[in-house]
């Protein structure tokens, strides 16, 4: 049986999503056990619950052997706020623990990596049921905490990837979070952009990306109309800006705010495939 | 007689704005004489031209000897992008002038106080004529240039200033832009950003301003409204990231995307008096 705890460091989920992912998990994923945190529910503002009641829930599911695998529940905002003290106080148990989320939780996946804690894998998360093929997006999560390979995302060759959220990645760079990422493969994805403000994240996010392997664009969606057009596609403004830098641009990334959402497993692929 | 060049690094200005500008600086201002760049009325998608149209205009007015200073036009989005190969190619005729501008110029500002080059000065830009209050900005800038000292932001004291954007400064850290600002009273504004994102952006510059003399928080206007509240307004926000890096949060600044935006010259006071 795979044990999973589900929690929010960002935002809240609503009762409806959680049963309809409880349901789903138990009708075909006999394997796994989902146990989703009380804290879930919480609201505090723009918070799924107080910074201390968000770090609590996160340390008690980190922290207890009985979980195999920490599933955030959702994105929004909010993670950055407790990353690092959470991972700080992170015990022996979270140390073979996998952890999947995407987009704000991105920034506990990064601080997790850089401290080489357990797993961190960028996959769809709980709240994702509710997107346009949402179910097959929550089932790719499940499945890959089943022993399921086919939702990785299907570029991944030999050097080892990454996976974020590019505002999050562009906010992550320089803190005491970030990770070193020479040598890896870094896809990003984007939402609700503006093309200018796109732009402007590639020019502080190529800053720092020297030494990486290559990037990979995954999906940049629901772009807002301005008042006028950018004059470049997002594609463009990747290459001009891994030019920039003597950065390798090494095609797409099939992620991104969608159902669709591939799963890529940070590091080293042949090691995902052994987990 | 001072010189002033006006060139557009990010997004064009309108016949209209320039014609009022200069005829205000006509009336009123007759020991200053305005060179408005026919680049300033340029437009390529988001731009006031191409990147090297924009580069071209501000090498030109930047390089030549006859002008005093340089008066970035306008902001929005785009000095980034040809900030540091600027910088690079400004001449000796570059290191004596006085550099205006705010909001986008600021990677230019950035730039230019880290290399030394010149006097950059946070301070309304032409462009600011059309909003609520414009004349009056732009009367600030231009009695700046003419001598006149009742225009700086009032708080600045025996400690060396500097006044951002909070994106922009956000966006420079960890740039080969980025200016050292250990020791410095660190001015920062926003406009148009979602208090989620202030909290985000907050994250992110004061995880690299580790050093720095203190915070002041200018004015977070014209905020979105979100689907639900934050739980914090734009000053509990500063505080509590300056808290969580040690920097002292030194209360307002007189600074912001209004007509009331008061002028920071770059560096020492005493300096800025003698300028």
Redesign the interface.
Known sequence: MTRIAVCAPSTPITREDADRVLALAAAEFPGIELHIHPQCFA?????AGSDEVRLAALLECANDPAFDAVWFARG???A??IAEEAVARFSAAAMSKTWLGYSDAGYLLGALYRERIGHPVHAPMLACVRREGGEAAVRRTLGFLAGERSGLEPSRGRQPAVAFNL?TL??L????MMPGLAGHVVMVEEVSEH???I???F??VT??LGGIAGLRLGRVSDVPE?D?????DAEEIARFWCARHAIAYLGPADIGHDGANRIVPFGLAERAEAQ
């Open positions: 609201t505090q503002g723009h918070f929004g905002y909010g950055c706020r505002m562009a906010m760079c320089g803190t005491r093309l200018y403000a732009d402007r994240l020019f502080h800053a720092h301005n006028r057009p950018f004059g470049a």
